[in-house]
Structures are given as structure tokens and as C-alpha cells.
């Protein structure tokens, strides 16, 4: 029924989906406007859809260890806690946790961390000042993508109660625009 319901109302280059089968999907033409350097290879994407839920994954693999879950497949327990994984990858991902070892440490501060690609966003938004992903609303800039999606939802939602009178940034409560302003603050000093 779900299938049905995809293949009907929710057509990707209107090939009908099956499980497990890859499907070729183009990006709309406004998103390959946006990003002009995107490499002509690259314009079609490979795309695994969960007929149980619609969910699109973008790897077989990520398909397989979606379709596990469903099946309450975990095979993989941690001998530590009592989480279980539907891969070895996951598992030994999470086993990090139990490890107070955290062997990447940033340069410039010392801070450590578990993961590299953490370290990696760290010193790019922390010592660099990177912020690639900027708000189109009102202009805010902000190192992580997952930051920007949550300040957009403020936007979407009209939850913005609190903004900002030197930069006009939407808060959802009264601290965290407190908490922003000493920004203003000491960078007047």
C-alpha cells in the first residue's frame, strides 16, 4: 500500500519503486541552477527507498541496515551496555563511547576529542571562523550545517519570540539571546 502510495503521489523521474532496486533520480532543475559546479557525472543520483516507511537512503547499504531496523534485526550487541546494532560499522562506532580515551586533540587548545571529524569541525568553526552555511533569510552565518536547519526552523515555524537588536538572530527563549549578546559585547572591548 505504501509502495502504491509512492510510486502515485511521490514519483522520483516517475519510475516505479522496488524493494531494494536502485532508482536514477535528477535533481530539479533549480537545484542544479543553484549549484552550477556540480560535475555533470554527478547530476544523476542513485536513490534505495524503503517501501515500509518511504524513507529515501542513498546506498545499498544504508537500504539494508534501514530494512534491519524495521525487522528489529540487531545483531550486533555492545558488550558493554545493553544497545544493540543492525551492523559491525555502528557497533563499533558506538563502542567509542565507552572509551574515555579521546586521542584526537586540537593544536591550538588542547580540546579533545573521540573522532576526527569532529576535531576536524572544532578547529574549522572554532579557530578558523569557517561559517559556510548562511541563513537566506537574514543573513546568518553558521559553521555546521545541522545549526542552520535549526535556526531555519525558528524562521519556518515563526517560533523567533527573541531577536536580536544589533544583528536581528532569532531565539526561540530569552537565555540564548542573552547568551548571544555577550557576543556583541566582547567584541566591543
Known amino acids: 500500500m505504501l509502495t502504491e502510495h509512492i510510486n502515485n503521489f511521490h514519483p522520483v523521474s516517475n519510475i516505479p519503486v522496488n ?3 536502485a532508482i536514477q533520480h535528477t535533481p530539479p532543475q533549480e537545484v542544479l541552477n543553484a549549484e552550477p559546479t556540480l560535475d555533470k557525472t ?3 543520483i542513485k536513490l534505495f527507498i524503503c517501501t515500509n516507511c518511504g524513507k529515501v537512503l542513498h546506498s545499498k547499504t544504508s537500504w ?9 534485526n540487531f545483531a550486533f550487541p555492545c558488550k558493554i551496555c545493553e544497545k544493540s546494532f543492525t551492523n559491525a560499522a555502528s557497533l563499533k562506532l558506538h563502542e567509542r563511547i565507552h572509551n574515555p580515551e579521546k586521542k584526537y586533540v586540537c593544536s591550538e587548545c588542547e580540546k579533545s576529542f573521540r573522532q576526527k571529524p569532529h576535531l576536524e569541525a572544532h578547529f574549522r568553526s572554532i579557530h578558523l571562523k569557517v561559517k559556510p552555511f548562511e ?9 555546521l550545517k545541522g545549526n ?3 535556526h531555519l526552523f525558528l524562521h519556518e515555524k515563526g517560533l523567533a519570540q527573541h531577536v536580536c537588536s544589533v544583528c536581528n538572530a532569532p531565539f526561540c527563549n530569552a537565555s540564548k539571546l542573552r547568551r548571544h549578546k555577550k557576543i556583541h559585547s566582547e ?3
Open 19 to 21: 524493494e531494494g532496486e
Open 42 to 44: 554527478k547530476r544523476k
Open 64 to 72: 539494508k541496515n534501514h530494512i534491519a531496523a524495521h525487522e528489529n
Open 135 to 143: 541563513c537566506k533569510i537574514c543573513g546568518k552565518a553558521f559553521s
Open 148 to 150: 542552520l536547519k535549526q
Open 187 to 189: 567584541s566591543e572591548s
